[in-house]
């Protein structure tokens, strides 16, 4: 079964700071993957999703993602983080040929300090 | 749209009794899915139904039923509660389930079983 990791559980930033969120996952073949934002009490929202092409990948709200095959990673960046960044970072992978649903990562919980 | 819609948002359960989740989606997709979120182990995924008329089940079924009764409407129910099912659970739906399969989610049910 594929597996998704993601590094750090827990980041605690200031405005400003750049953001650097890692995601590995386990599976070989064709993936696509995603990042999820879950801002405090709301639900999952697409941040970016990478499905082929250009491996560098930009979202909503200033975040970009890289795609590197040969590390079996897609880690999340933004240059400059903002308080509202605060949220919980949910990176996925799809693999399946089938319906089966999307791989998620444990999360990272990001905190944004003034 | 509304897109992906619960209900309830808020459950209280007392061990042994039985409820059922409500979801619904406008966007006409064929593919839905019913994943719990706990802390620190991400969303995994309960079950998930390809087109209307079937169902699979996913990481952790034991515990759940589920019924896709329409294209729109795919409900998640507890037979016999137990405290280990305190949990958020969050539905989602996608236009298929092939790989390029983006998924979107409902607000997500608070439930607590005590």
């Known amino acids: ?15 400003a700071a750049s953001l650097e969120l890692g ?3 386990s599976y070989g073949g064709t993936v696509n993957l995603f990042w999820y934002v879950q801002y405090p009490g709301q639900h999952l929202q697409l941040l970016l999703k990478y499905f082929s092409g250009d491996p560098l990948v930009k979202g909503i709200k ?6 590197i095959k040969s590390k079996f990673s897609f880690n999340l960046r933004k240059p ?7 949220a919980e970072y949910f990176c996925a992978v799809n693999s399946g040929g089938g319906a089966d649903g999307l791989t998620f990562g444990k999360g990272t919980h990001l905190i944004i300090q003034p | 749209n509304a897109g992906v ?3 309830p948002k808020f ?3 007392k ?17 839905m899915y019913w994943y719990r979120q706990d802390p620190g182990m991400g969303l995994r995924l309960i079950y998930y139904s390809a087109s209307e008329g079937t169902t699979d089940k996913g990481e952790v079924p034991n515990g759940y039923n589920v019924s896709r009764l329409n294209k729109r409407e795919f409900s998640l129910r507890l037979e016999s509660a137990a405290p280990s099912q305190t949990s958020v659970y969050f539905c989602a739906s996608s236009e298929d389930g092939g790989l390029y399969n983006e998924q979107f989610f ?6 607590t079983v005590l």
């Open chain 1, 62 to 67: 200033g975040f970009e993602a890289e795609f």
């Open chain 2, 15 to 31: 061990t042994g009794q039985s409820m059922t989740l409500q979801c619904a989606q406008d966007m006409n997709h064929n593919s």
């Open chain 2, 106 to 111: 409902g607000p997500g049910t608070r439930l």
């Open chain 1, 1 to 15: 079964a594929q597996s998704v990791s993601q590094h750090n559980h827990h980041v605690i930033l200031s405005e």
């Open chain 2, 11 to 13: 459950q209280v359960l």
């Open chain 1, 23 to 25: 995601c590995n996952y």
């Open chain 2, 5 to 7: 819609t619960q209900t």
């Open chain 1, 80 to 86: 400059s983080v903002q308080w509202s960044d605060t």
